[in-house]
């Protein structure tokens, strides 16, 4: 089993910046890519950002390019999103999630891992 706990969300105003952590325990080997994606109220979660097992290869939201950066620790089993230019519009609970496969992904459907969210909220 794999167990992934988040954090660094916060309340923070438009403008503002926010880098959010995902610590994986447990038989870390046995995932690959891990992702970031988002759940605003009333909303489907969707998708933030991925990243390969190597931290070579990333996949973005195209909302989110430019505004977002994920990257990993691969000694600290932990992924990091580094969030800028937050708009009030990115007010939703993030979570980590992590693959067992292989192969970068967009669909929540094919993560096997989740944490358990920490909420990000932007005020105007």
């Known amino acids: 089993q794999v167990q992934l706990v988040e954090s660094g969300g916060g309340l923070v105003q438009a403008g503002d910046s926010l880098r959010l952590s995902c610590a994986a325990s447990?038989?870390?080997?046995?995932?690959?890519?891990m992702g970031w994606f988002r759940q605003a109220p009333g909303k489907e979660r969707e998708f933030v950002a991925a990243?390969?097992?190597?931290?070579?290869?990333?996949y973005y939201a195209d909302s989110l390019k430019g505004r977002f950066t994920i990257s990993r620790d691969n000694a600290k089993n932990t992924v990091y999103l580094q969030m800028n230019s937050l708009k009030p519009e990115d007010t939703a609970v993030y979570y980590c999630?992590?693959?067992?496969?292989?192969?970068?992904?967009?669909?929540?459907?094919?993560?096997?891992?989740w944490g358990q969210g920490t909420q990000v909220t932007v005020s105007s």
């Open positions: 447990g038989h870390t080997g046995s995932i690959s890519p």
């Open positions: 999630a992590a693959r067992s496969l292989h192969v970068i992904n967009s669909d929540y459907h094919k993560y096997d891992y």
């Open positions: 990243i390969s097992r190597s931290g070579g290869n990333t």
